[in-house]
């Protein structure tokens, strides 16, 4: 069976449903999260720009998505209309960025623990890519 975009889309509502108010999907919340703490839109996370401060907000939000959410490489990319090689590279940045300046790390860790996701910080200083 190949894998679609439908398939992924109808995956993700089936698994990533946050049951609140609003019903909305866990990634858009995120996504939303990460906009406002980068200061950057919705809208900005999701086009081609390559602006470095909308590149440094994707780049979180697929990290984020990765190990709070979980998500696969594929979903994540559905959410951002990006394939998962590109979702892995952004993985693979924060990674090499959070353990290699301090600024960025300050940054990084001021917002997971704003958020508590403390965790997440072991998750970065691996040398791998873990689950």
Known sequence: MQLT???ILSFLERNYTILNDDDMYAY????????????VTVEEIDS?????????????YHTLCKYVLRMSLS????TTRRDHATVLNS??????WYQTDLAFRKLVNRFL????????K???LETRITR
């Open 113 to 120: 623990d704003d958020m508590g996701w403390e965790y997440v």
């Open 91 to 96: 993985i693979r940045r924060v990674h090499g």
């Open 5 to 7: 975009t439908e398939h």
């Open 48 to 60: 081609n720009t390559r602006k470095g401060e909308i590149i440094l907000a994707r780049h979180i």
């Open 122 to 124: 072991d998750k970065l």
């Open 75 to 78: 979903a994540i990319g559905v």
């Open 28 to 39: 858009d919340k995120l996504k939303q999260i990460v906009a406002k703490r980068m200061e």
